[in-house]
Nanobody
Framework: VQLQASGGGLVQAGGSLRLSCAAS????????LGWFRQAPGMERECVAE?????YYVDSVKGRFTISRDNAKNTIYLQMNNLKPEDTAVYYC??????????????????WGQGTLVTVSS
């Protein structure tokens, strides 16, 4: 099983990026899929999750949109109006807790390798 994240990069504040995470090795239609981020010296936090419900951390509401394409076994994170504080390594993950796993990264069973997002001011 492999999750392959892509789409990170360097962008100016106010810009946009779209992250993708392609899964292979099994289907994840019954899994919650999420995006987490981790900045230097900070704990990993869930930015957005899509399962039975859609969850966003308060700091990205109205700016980020998570979506999934079960036919392609892929999830996306559209990030608009990026801010310097969004700078972090972003990880995609899959959890069997379809009802919600955003509150505890330990509920996630599979992780992608991470993609770096850098937002300059």
């Amino acid at each position: 099983v492999q999750l392959q994240a892509s789409g990170g990069g360097l962008v100016q504040a106010g810009g946009s990026l779209r992250l993708s995470c392609a899964a292979s090795g099994r289907t994840f239609s019954a899994y919650a899929l999420g995006w987490f981020r981790q900045a230097p010296g900070m704990e990993r936090e869930c930015v957005a999750e899509i399962g039975r419900r859609i969850y966003y951390v308060d700091s990205v509401k109205g700016r980020f949109t998570i979506s999934r394409d079960n036919a392609k076994n892929t999830i996306y994170l559209q990030m608009n109006n990026l801010k310097p504080e969004d700078t972090a390594v972003y990880y995609c993950g899959a959890s069997p807790y379809y009802g919600g796993a955003y509150d505890d990264a330990r509920k996630y069973e599979y992780w992608g390798q991470g993609t770096l997002v850098t937002v300059s001011s």
